[in-house]
């Protein structure tokens, strides 16, 4: 059975840290590219970040460079989205999404996803 678990959401203060964790099972895990997205009240979901399949090819929305930083552990089946000082701006809840192939493809289907976690920034 095909599955992402997303975890690590949680309510923060702004300027704060967070580092998001993406579980997945029931598949070959290092031939997919992995996404975050997500998608925040009232919003469309946006891309935030992929990383390759390999883990060389790394890419980030423009609001988050800087502060945010994907990373994955091909062994342990998992990708981190490690989000440094959180904005108002930062709340949704984060999904992650695998793609099949070994460079990030943002306009193509994605083939799984997770449930997704909510971030939550507020003083």
């Known amino acids: 059975q095909v599955q992402l678990v997303e975890s690590g959401g949680g309510l923060v203060q702004p300027g704060d840290s967070l580092r998001l964790s993406c579980a997945a099972s029931g598949f070959t895990f290092d031939h997919y590219n992995i996404f975050w997205f997500r998608q925040a009240p009232g919003k469309e979901r946006e891309g935030v970040s992929c990383i390759s399949s390999s883990g060389v090819g790394r890419y980030y929305q423009d609001s988050v460079k800087g502060r945010f930083t994907i990373s994955r552990d091909n062994a342990k089946n998992t990708v981190y989205l490690q989000m440094n000082s959180l904005k108002s701006e930062d709340p949704a809840v984060y999904y992650c999404?695998?793609?099949?192939?070994?460079?990030?493809?943002?306009?193509?289907?994605?083939?799984?996803w997770g449930k997704g976690t909510l971030v939550t920034v507020s003083s």
């Open positions: 999404a695998g793609q099949f192939g070994s460079s990030c493809r943002g306009g193509d289907a994605m083939d799984n």
